[in-house]
């Protein structure tokens, strides 16, 4: 029973590139957040999406970002024109429903790399 | 709005001696509070959960966390500490509508010999 898949594990871009990282939920799991850990930090929340739809996107800039978790197919989120403070490693977590109570599943995460 | 404080970003134990990694936490309405382990390279793992059952709660791994409502507490211990016990623990607090999760800051096990 697979967990939470990200690819890629690492990721290279160059200043003003386009990164786009993905994450296949928990089989059966609707519910999927983003979150993003810089160097010497813990995780800060980005983005909540339920199938189609954008939940919570308190955490994401406001500029560049985007996300996405089509009908079919895994959630993508896009960082358009890169720069180099985009450099972190980004998680994907899963959940089976909505509520405090559900615990969150994590993939291994993407790291992203500006150069 | 809901918050987590980890006291000690960098913990030492000798091998076979007893863990604690503090975490306090603020919140308006009675909390939902998790502990993940973070290997090098590696995503977070559910270590344990308080859902407002029993305040002891047991987890994987031997470990084991203390609700505390008069204290704001929510401390991770483990009696024996063990070398593959070394790694990265975050405290979190989830947001009472579901949702997103508040992390600490972390904190660093390191266990010698």
């Known amino acids: 029973n697979a967990g939470v898949m990200q690819n890629p594990r690492h990721l290279v871009r160059r200043r003003g590139q386009e990164a786009r990282l993905r994450c296949s939920p928990v089989?059966?799991?609707?519910?999927v957040y983003w979150y993003r850990q810089l160097p010497e930090e813990g995780l800060k929340f980005m983005v909540y999406?339920?199938?189609?739809?954008?939940?919570?996107e308190s955490g994401m800039p406001k500029e560049r970002f985007s996300a996405e978790f089509p009908k079919e197919g895994p959630s993508i989120l896009r960082i358009q024109q890169v720069v180099r403070g985009d450099s972190a490693a980004y998680f994907c977590?899963?959940?089976?429903?909505?509520?405090?109570?559900?615990?969150?599943?994590f993939g291994d995460g993407t790291r992203l790399s500006i150069l | 709005a809901q918050s987590v404080t980890q006291l000690g970003s960098h913990v030492s134990v000798s091998e076979g001696a007893l863990v604690l990694l503090r975490c306090n936490y603020s919140s308006s309405v009675p909390p939902y509070l998790f502990w993940y382990v973070q290997y090098p390279n590696q995503g977070l793992q559910l270590l344990l959960k308080?859902?407002?059952?029993?305040?002891l709660v047991k987890g994987i791994n031997g470990f084991e966390a203390e609700f505390k409502k008069s204290e704001t507490s929510f401390h991770l211990t483990k009696p024996s500490a063990h070398m593959s016990d070394a790694a990265e623990y975050f405290c979190a607090v989830s947001d009472p509508q579901g949702g997103k999760l508040i992390f600490g800051q972390g904190t660093e096990l390191s266990v010698k010999p």
């Open positions: 089989k059966g799991h609707s519910h």
């Open positions: 977590a899963s959940s089976e429903g909505t509520g405090g109570h559900q615990p969150q599943h």
């Open positions: 308080y859902t407002s059952a029993a305040t």
């Open positions: 999406l339920q199938k189609e739809n954008i939940i919570d």
